[in-house]
Every structure is written in structure tokens, then in C-alpha cells.
């Protein structure tokens, strides 16, 4: 019952920037962690980042120096800054967050929820 709509994927060279946005909506008690995932063609979905309500982060090793992620609470919306980027850093960017929201059956439990996924192009 938790919606994630993502914005700001694109086209940009190498090198270049891009900032991602998630927005989550919907029944929430509280939302633990958010994080982004990429998808490249051929390959499985993996971690880019992670934070948490408090602000603690967790980064994938080929992203760490370039990529920002970050939080406001307040609007339950996660960010991605990315910086530098490389003709690999090409692939379906997910948000995915996790926490406590309102199920199917209108009682509090867990839940996980997944964007629809935005397209991240680098051009060497």
C-alpha cells in the first residue's frame, strides 16, 4: 500500500551529473531505510545506496566519492546525486524502501515497496 514514484533519469554524458529523486506515498507508520538499485541489461538488480531514517549510509564500492544519496524525512522522498558519471553507470536506476505501513488487510506490518524504475544513460 506504499507507492514510490521515481524522477530524473536521462541521457548525459560522461562525466556528468544527474540527481535522482523517489517520492513514497501511501498508509506509513514509518519508513526504516530507502535506497536505490540499478539493473543493467543482462545483469541482476544491485545496491547502489542506502539510508536510513537516521541518516546512516551504505554504498556500493564503484559508487562511493561519486554518489550522494539523502533523505528528508518531513516529505518521505530519497535522493541520489550523481556525480562523475561513467559509461557503467548506465542501467534502470529502482527506489526501493522499507518499514512499517498499512497491508492489504488494514492492519500495521511490514513492507517493502519498489519503484517503477528510471533509465539512467551515460554516453561515452
Known amino acids: 500500500q506504499v507507492q514510490l514514484v521515481e524522477s530524473g533519469g536521462g541521457l548525459v554524458q560522461a562525466g556528468g551529473s544527474l540527481r535522482l529523486s523517489c517520492a513514497a506515498s501511501?498508509?506509513?507508520?514509518?519508513?526504516?531505510?530507502m535506497g536505490w538499485y540499478c539493473q543493467a541489461p543482462g545483469k541482476q538488480r544491485e545496491l547502489v545506496a542506502s539510508i536510513t531514517s537516521i541518516g546512516s549510509t551504505n554504498y556500493a564500492d564503484s559508487v562511493k566519492g561519486r554518489f550522494t544519496i539523502s533523505r528528508d524525512n518531513a516529505k518521505n522522498t530519497v535522493y541520489l546525486q550523481m556525480n562523475s558519471l561513467k559509461s557503467e553507470d548506465t542501467a534502470v536506476y529502482y527506489c526501493?524502501?522499507?518499514?512499517?505501513?498499512?497491508?492489504?488487510?488494514?492492519?500495521?506490518?511490514?513492507?517493502?515497496?519498489w519503484g517503477q524504475g528510471t533509465q539512467v544513460t551515460v554516453s561515452s
Open positions: 501511501g498508509s506509513m507508520f514509518n519508513i526504516n531505510t
Open positions: 526501493n524502501a522499507k518499514g512499517i505501513g498499512r497491508t492489504v488487510f488494514g492492519a500495521w506490518g511490514p513492507f517493502e515497496s
